[in-house]
């Protein structure tokens, strides 16, 4: 019997008839780790003991009077920002290479309430610094469609352990487009929520104002059902919203949703196929009843250059804690303390931590906050304003998750126009706080003139909504999938022979 792309809740009726035990399940999806870890590198650790360990209390909880919890025995992957307690943490860093945390986070608090099992940390970019998950300390992940491409980032290897079928659900994190860009360039569904939907606490920072942890499914059903479990007030994280997080899994029609579609979204330079792929997948929603209406968004164009500068400045902050003395990498080299600062960020931190530090302490410095930092404070409020009177008219947006499919390994660090047409797609909503899915919408031919190993590659459908608007996105979502099959469809096998 095969599993590896059966969802949730299909999982969850196997393993309540005892027709697999979580033991079982857990092997199983282990196996396939080994097998298929070696060539898509989408694994940094694997912690098969522990991972059987829960498994085994998974199994004595099944069998015991009462009612499983939803996930209970169910086997899921992490990615490497979330701490966990015992297991190596890592994000993708030299500096972090041997750190293991004396805490869990908050989400993987929850699931491991529920009885899941985590069998292992996903590869990201470093620190989340990266669209591509080529920037990790320990090498790219591969993209299970065409291993010769990028899964995307910074969530890639959560992304990729997904759309292979190395785990049912991946938990990943969005800071600027990082769960729905792999989601929709692996063909996975993603969620990305409101921001304070789901606590941060236990989860390495990125931009504290901006970090979004999520997760990666086989459809929209599995994200509901993730959505309920993972999101909730944490007293640990002020950030956190005192929002009632009951969503329903509702698929009906889509009569009298008013579904926007922003005209900034559809930009020069964006593949044609993967436009093509999008307006079929908006002509879909209206043939289920929703009413298309154009919207206007014109303060899109400055969410990329916020972004480049409240995103630097807060990473500066959030990395100034790795100095070499707490936890982390520390030098061998150093003759007094100055040396152990600057010799231990200097061979732990790579390349974009770096260039990311450098930007971030500039626009902070004396003389330059009001100038930079202050400004781009003021503009995000245009862009979360602007949102804000759409949505009196719309009930969610609509747009491309991503402006083209995978592009090769080494291609995404060479071509600024990937980067700045993807930033207008994913960074406006992130800077507003807003929550997001990119779903499975078609297939298009990439145009790098690279022949691919398979005729088409995944284009994502993403779905935008208000603040705290998570059930309205899920409704398009359910909808959506209830009418396609785009979501069903998986990479060929890989073989590594």
């Not at 009906?252 to 792929?277: H, S």
């Amino acid at each position: 019997m095969k599993f590896e792309h059966l969802e949730l809740s299909e999982l969850r009726e196997k393993l309540d008839k005892k027709e697999i035990t979580s033991v079982q399940l857990t092997e199983y999806f282990l196996a396939r780790i080994e097998k298929l870890n070696p060539e898509l590198n989408a694994f940094v650790t694997i912690c098969r003991d522990e991972a059987l360990s829960q498994a085994r209390v998974a199994d004595d909880y099944i069998n015991s009077p009462g009612e499983n919890p939803p996930l209970c025995g169910i086997p899921f992957s992490a990615k490497d920002l979330f701490c966990t307690v015992g297991v190596r943490t890592t994000a993708s860093s030299k500096i972090l290479d041997q750190y293991i945390p004396p805490y869990d986070s908050t989400v993987i608090v929850k699931l491991k309430e529920q009885k899941a099992v985590l069998v292992g940390k996903t590869n990201l970019d470093q620190f989340a610094h990266g669209s591509s998950t080529e920037t990790s300390y320990y090498g790219p992940t591969k993209n299970p469609w065409d291993t010769s491409r990028i899964p995307g980032g910074s969530s890639g290897g959560s992304a990729a352990s997904v759309a292979a079928g190395m785990v049912p659900f991946a938990l990943g994190t969005e800071t600027g487009g990082s769960i729905r860009q792999p989601s929709s360039l692996c063909g996975v569904s993603g969620w990305k929520p409101t921001y304070g939907r789901v606590s941060r606490f236990g989860v390495i920072a990125m931009a504290s104002s901006l970090d979004s942890p999520g997760a990666h499914g086989k459809s929209v059903k599995d994200l509901v059902s993730l959505a309920n479990i993972m999101s909730g007030v944490d007293l640990k994280d002020s950030t956190t919203g005192d929002r009632i997080s009951d969503f329903r899994l509702q698929i009906a029609d889509l009569k009298g949703v008013r579904v926007g579609v922003p005209k900034q979204y559809f930009v020069d330079g964006m593949q044609e196929e993967v436009r093509e792929r999008v307006i079929e997948a908006t002509k879909e929603l209206e043939r289920l009843g929703a009413e298309l209406v154009e919207v206007d968004l014109p303060h899109t164009k400055y969410g990329s250059l916020v972004y480049a500068i409240v995103a630097p400045a807060e990473i500066a902050s959030n990395l100034s804690r790795y100095d070499g003395i707490r936890y982390g990498y520390v030098t061998s080299e150093a003759k007094n303390l100055l040396e152990v600062y600057e010799k231990s960020r200097s061979e732990g931190f790579g390349d974009e931590a770096k260039r990311r530090i450098m930007t971030g302490t500039y626009v902070l410095s004396a003389g330059y906050y009001d100038a930079y930092y202050k400004r781009a404070q003021k503009v995000r409020r245009f862009i979360i304003n602007e949102f804000a009177e759409v949505f009196k008219k719309v009930d969610v947006l609509v747009a491309p998750s991503s402006p083209n499919v995978a592009v090769t390994l080494g291609k995404a660090a060479d071509d600024p126009l990937f980067g700045y047409i993807a930033d207008q797609l994913n960074i406006p909503s992130s800077l507003a706080g807003l929550p997001a899915l990119s779903v499975p919408c078609g297939f298009a031919r990439p145009q790098d003139g690279v022949t691919p190993s398979v005729d088409g590659l995944p284009v994502g459908l993403q779905i935008i909504g208000p603040q705290w608007g998570e059930q309205k996105i899920f409704d398009v979502g359910l909808a959506y999938q209830s009418a396609t099959d785009w979501h069903k469809k998986h990479p060929t096998e890989i073989s590594n022979s």
